[in-house]
């Protein structure tokens, strides 16, 4: 079978029908978990599963799966998520899904003999748009709390509960999810590289080697109002100051002590945001992110300590509440491996390097061994609409993860 491949014009056609479901007037693809158009999106990937006459089935996280039975029910799974950021673009999370749909139809259509059971899956909300990232695969393999998801409301302003009742789900039936989990034997995620480091070295393939761990904090500054004209300088409890003395001395630290590391603020919001008033309260989202345990753990705690120095500083108050977390993964050296040496029979380079991003493999290292397929990304672009691939790179990363579907499932 060493001469299969994927019928990638049959590919590029499940990408474009995909692509039309979501298009946002911005330009780009607008799928959050449950809205409209990704329940469109599910009953299109349902009736692809179903045509091709693999066994469809949903877990109660609204989880997608279809199956190709081996002689055994252990199971080696691919996949990622169809869902989207808002006006994001239309290769993130999908070329995962359809890639692994196409895998499955060729090993069916070829007769393949498996040892082992195939199943492609398509993870709920991957992008974080409900409740925090991952809220599928950390169902999946029971990474959530009852309490965190009764008390949870997603960034529309709507309780989870109300949005998973819209879609025939619940909170206990996402609870229940990890029992419907079957034995994994391994993992495996086709994925964008969403950065420059692939294209820019002209290399087709890479090969992941770790997953960034991150702490996503909610955080404020909190100091006091005045009038701009009539408060002297040296009188003002100014948040934003405030913030941006933490920013810059926050990213030196960083940059300084933790190379390699990321530290970023992504969103600010001052109040009372009036023209000709001193900010009183700045609340901004602070993301550390690391491939290290220990570092991660070390940069959280110094940055935190920074932000509060910098406070008492100024005679301010800091406030922060951890919203998500995740830890650094290594993936499975074995499937490395196998990747590599599957690589170098197809002729493909390849490249090794970590991923600061986070995928739902990193959350089912938890419960199987995992890896990881990037392609280039067009001028590193990803969650935009310009996000973009060339199709020789999907390619040939769908024709190495069939084979490496063949060889797991034959051991």
């Known amino acids: 079978m060493k001469n299969l491949r994927v019928n990638f014009e049959r590919l590029v056609r499940d990408l474009e029908e995909l692509g039309a479901i979501g298009q946002d007037p911005k330009g780009g693809i607008s799928r959050p978990s449950f809205s409209l158009p990704d329940l469109e999106a599910r009953r299109w990937l349902r009736q692809k599963i179903e045509e091709a006459g693999l066994l469809y089935r949903q877990d109660g996280a609204g989880n997608i799966f279809g199956r190709l039975p081996g002689t055994r029910p252990l199971v080696v799974m691919a996949g990622s998520h169809l869902d989207t950021v808002l006006n994001g673009g239309r290769y993130d999370g999908s070329v995962g899904v359809l890639a692994a749909l196409e895998c499955l139809r060729r090993i069916k259509e070829e007769k393949v003999p498996l040892e082992k059971t195939l199943e492609l899956v398509s993870f709920t909300d991957e992008e974080g748009n409900l409740v ?24 529309f302003g709507q309780p989870l509960e109300e949005i998973l009742q ?5 909170v206990d ?20 590289e969403q950065g420059p480091v692939l294209e820019e070295e002209g290399v087709s393939i890479g090969l992941v ?46 940059a300084r ?40 753990r070390a940069m959280e705690e110094e940055v935190l300590g920074l932000a509060s120095e910098v406070a008492s500083t100024r005679g301010l108050s800091f406030y922060h509440r951890l919203v998500d977390s995740t830890e650094p993964v290594r993936t499975s050296e ?38 990881m397929i990037f392609i280039p990304s067009v001028d590193g672009l990803s969650h935009t609409p310009e996000e973009a691939i060339n199709p020789e790179d999907l390619e040939k990363a769908a024709n190495l993860l069939l084979q490496a579907l063949i060889s797991l499932a034959s051991e």
């Open 132 to 155: 925090g990232d991952f809220l599928g695969s950390r169902a999946f393999t029971g990474q959530l709390l009852t309490r965190e998801l009764k008390t949870a409301r997603t960034q």
């Open 166 to 170: 819209k879609a025939g789900l619940s």
């Open 173 to 192: 039936s996402v609870l229940r999810a990890a029992g419907e989990r079957p034995d994994l034997a391994a993992f495996l995620e086709i994925h964008i």
């Open 209 to 254: 080697s770790s997953i960034a761990g991150k702490r996503y904090y909610q955080a404020t500054f909190v100091g006091r109002s005045g009038h701009a004209g009539t408060t002297p300088l040296e009188l003002r409890q100014d948040a934003f100051i405030t913030l941006s003395d933490f920013a810059l001395r926050a990213t030196q630290l960083v």
């Open 257 to 296: 002590k933790y190379y390699g590391n990321t530290i970023t603020i992504g969103r600010v919001l001052l109040r009372p945001g009036s023209f000709s008033i001193i900010p009183g309260e700045a609340d901004f989202t602070l993301d550390l992110r690391s491939q290290e345990p220990e570092s991660l």
């Open 334 to 371: 074995p499937l490395l491996n196998g990747l590599k040496a599957l690589c170098q029979e197809l002729g493909y380079d390849y490249r090794l390097l970590p991923s600061g991003a986070g995928h739902d493999a990193q959350i089912l290292s938890a419960v199987c061994p995992v890896a």
